[in-house]
């Protein structure tokens, strides 16, 4: 066996460190990076602009609500816990419901106080308490806040009742 004749080492471009298929890689990365960092300066310039919502959240006062050709005044809720002189009507009761309150006076007709209102709960009964013996039933009522009051000084001379709408 003979060896084959010496070659000569071709020339060659010189070999070029970090391309290649980690180029690829590499874009992307930078694409992410540049992304995340708009993304972040978006964020910043909406908490900057803000909403009413991030006012408040800084403590600021939001400004007036605009008065448009629909807008009513919002209406405040309130808790107004009602004793009803028919106890076993409260136990038909749920929370969500709807009722109307009628006081039932001697000398009157009977007037509805509180129309519509929403049952937010109904207390259970203890009938050691004696809950059962003054002939009535807790219920509390989310009404606004005038309604409560007329329904405190009626309910504190006058049965009430109730009907479910």
Same mark, same amino acid.
């Given at each position: ?19 290649? *298929? ?30 009413? $919502? ?18 009513? *005044?919002? +209406? @405040? ?13 409260? @136990? ?13 006076? @001697?000398?009157?007709?009977? @007037?509805? +106080? ?6 937010? $709960? ?8 004696? $809950? ?6 807790? +219920? +509390? ?25």
């Amino acid at each position: 066996m003979t060896c084959p004749p010496p070659r000569a080492v071709p020339e060659f471009a010189p070999l070029r460190v970090g391309r290649g *298929p980690g180029r690829l890689r590499r874009a992307v990365r930078r694409r992410r990076r540049a992304a995340g960092v708009g993304l972040a300066v978006a964020a910043a310039a909406a908490l900057a602009a803000g909403g009413t $919502e991030a006012k408040a959240q800084r403590g600021e006062t939001p400004p007036p609500p605009r008065p448009g050709p629909r807008s009513a *005044p919002a +209406v @405040r809720l309130v808790s107004a816990p009602v004793r009803i002189a028919d106890a076993a009507a409260v @136990r038909l009761l749920r929370p969500g419901d709807r009722v109307d309150v009628v006081a039932a006076e @001697r000398d009157k007709p009977p @007037r509805v +106080v509180a129309a519509g209102a929403r049952v937010a $709960e109904v207390p259970a009964q203890d009938e050691e308490a004696g $809950e059962a013996v003054d002939g009535g039933a807790l +219920v +509390v009522l989310s009404v606004p806040r005038d309604t409560a009051r007329q329904l405190v000084g009626v309910g504190a001379v006058t049965p009430l009742a109730v009907t479910l709408c």
